[in-house]
């Protein structure tokens, strides 16, 4: 509907009208605006986390499944149970599926033999007794045997020397015989004894005046920071097992451990990740009930780049977002870090250099659309179009060496980012949502950051990996919801430090804890770089043992 003409009204009522149109436009951009944040809450209320779209789809993206239908959804009735050994052809080569031989060869294996009774052992035809000529195999099955608690007493021999209680040879022909000179004597009569020796890892107490052993510490660390098992949960398996226990006591170990192994550990881990080329950084809320401000205490996490030798990652709980934290983690950093948008990194690593993140300049793009799926044309989805372009072209690289890398990356993605930001100064905000005004802006004050890694080949273009390195805090927080103390939030830390660095460098979690403990526990809390180096996931003896 066109607008009539209102040049022949009265002053006023033109005014009237104006003021009128003008509150209209502003209550529709208002609209807008709560209906993209009513999206941005259902979709994360209800929808998938998963920035996957169609049809463009980034292969690394994940999908999120059902809680409450993962059976169903997982279940497939036409996969077969392995039975045997069978050829499939695969391009370039064959493989081999896994066989029962393969996958149970290396479990203890337990026979059970029913045999016939001797009454029943007599022939039907002529009554006499028959021989046993070979058994027949029915079935074969894996059983699972519950954890158990077996108790393990350490003894060391004490030897005492028979010949030396009525003196030595000498003291037959002594001519000094006295109670004084033989008290003083070498030779004198006397009980002399002797005590083996235990390995080192077994001469000291794992935990002083405690009876837990660092397999059972491993196993209590790797069910709560690995499989998200709250201790209160814990407990009742201990019930189960028969075992009295209760949740204080599960506390104290994982206190004990950061105090006198965990803490020495990650300072070391700390400097080693300062020498990095490349390091990531990230912080998500976490609420600790006794602190000043329990809503604003965060767990920042830092890792080493992909290109880094020594993958590490650590946790640093702090009581706040404040830039400041930041920059006390990262003192004396002289290299590149990578992070989202927010300015407290702006303080951080004065020596180093920021590199900005292409995935949060997406997600900006993708909270601004009022199509989620975009597949709608508007100015959303051409700036999400754009760093889309851009994640997808530089996925193709990911299998060359640096220098290949930043060749074509001057060649493939430059000119597209070149594009995208004479885009983000041609295009006008005006008439959109403010979430759109926000994306714009994020990308313009960023761009330097962005455009980091250009020039490095070495350098990523998105924070992804620690994203990825904190999602396991994140899932653990939404079972154990807050920690009580400072204390126990810096002693998580480390622990998530501990188990996410040696998942990072390939190793079973569970074993490398178990190794770890029994290793440390020989030097008596006396700690060298050299030693503490042989106990680093990354190191030889780690790789062989775990």
């Known amino acids: 509907m066109n607008r009539p003409a209102i040049d022949n009204l009265n002053q006023d009522v033109q005014e009237y009208i104006i003021s009128l149109e003008t509150n209209l436009e502003e209550q529709n951009k208002r609209i807008a605006d709560l209906e993209i944040m009513l999206q941005n809450m259902q979709r994360m209320l209800f929808g998938k986390k998963s920035e996957k779209t169609v049809p463009q789809v980034p292969a690394d993206a994940g999908e999120q499944l059902s809680l409450f239908n993962e059976a169903e959804e997982c279940a497939d009735p036409e996969i077969p149970d392995p039975l045997e050994v069978e050829e499939v052809e695969v391009t370039a080569h064959k493989r081999k599926k896994n066989s029962r031989k393969e996958l149970f060869g290396k479990f203890p294996v337990l026979t059970q033999d029913y045999l016939l009774d001797t009454p029943a052992r007599n022939c039907d035809e002529c009554g006499r007794e028959m021989n046993l000529i070979g058994k027949e195999l029915v079935k074969e099955e894996f059983e699972f045997i519950p954890a158990h608690i077996e108790k393990h007493e350490f003894y060391r021999g004490v030897y005492s020397c028979k010949c030396c209680e009525n003196g030595t040879p000498a003291c037959i022909h002594c001519l000094f015989a006295s109670e004084e000179r033989c008290a003083a004597c070498k030779n004198r009569p006397r009980t002399i004894f002797k005590k083996a020796q235990l390995p080192p890892e077994y001469r000291y107490p794992f935990l002083k005046h405690s009876y837990a052993s660092p397999s059972t510490i491993a196993q209590v660390i790797y069910a709560k920071y690995v499989q998200a098992i709250p201790l209160d949960r814990q407990v009742k398996d201990w019930e189960r097992a028969k075992f009295p226990m209760s949740k204080a006591t599960l506390c104290n170990w994982i206190l004990e451990v950061d105090k006198y192994y965990g803490k020495a550990l990650v300072e070391y881990m700390h400097r080693q990740l300062l020498k990095s080329h490349v390091l990531h950084c990230d912080e998500t809320p976490v609420q600790v009930v006794r602190e000043e401000y329990p809503d604003k205490c965060h767990m920042w996490v830092f890792r080493s780049g992909e290109c880094e030798e020594k993958q590490i990652v650590i946790f640093d709980y702090q009581p706040s977002r404040k830039g400041e934290c930041a920059s006390r983690f990262l003192d004396g950093y002289k290299g590149y870090f990578v992070s989202d948008g927010y300015s407290g990194y702006n303080r951080a690593g004065e020596d180093g250099t920021r590199c900005g993140c292409w995935v949060h300049a997406r997600r900006k793009f ?181």
């Open 366 to 546: 993708i909270e601004a659309s009022p199509d989620k799926k975009m597949l709608t044309p508007s100015k959303a989805k051409t700036g999400f179009d754009f760093c889309e372009e851009i994640l997808l072209e530089e996925k193709k690289l990911k299998g060359l060496n640096p220098e290949e890398r930043k060749k074509k990356r001057q060649e493939k993605i430059k000119p597209i980012i070149d594009r995208f930001y004479l885009w983000c100064e041609q295009v006008d905000p005006r008439g959109v949502n403010k979430d759109f005004e926000r994306a714009l802006t994020y990308a313009r004050n960023q761009k330097e950051s962005l455009c980091r890694f250009l020039e490095d080949g070495n350098l990523p273009a998105h924070n992804n990996r620690a994203e990825n390195a904190i999602r396991p805090f994140v899932i653990g927080r939404k079972n154990w919801l807050f920690s009580q103390t400072a204390k126990g939030a810096g002693a998580s830390a480390d622990m998530y430090s501990l188990v996410e660095t040696a998942k990072a460098n390939g190793l079973d979690v569970f074993e490398y804890l178990c190794w770890l403990f029994r290793q440390i526990t020989a030097a008596n809390h006396h700690f060298t770089d050299e030693f503490l180096e042989k106990l680093m996931p990354w190191s030889e003896q780690a790789q062989e043992n775990c």
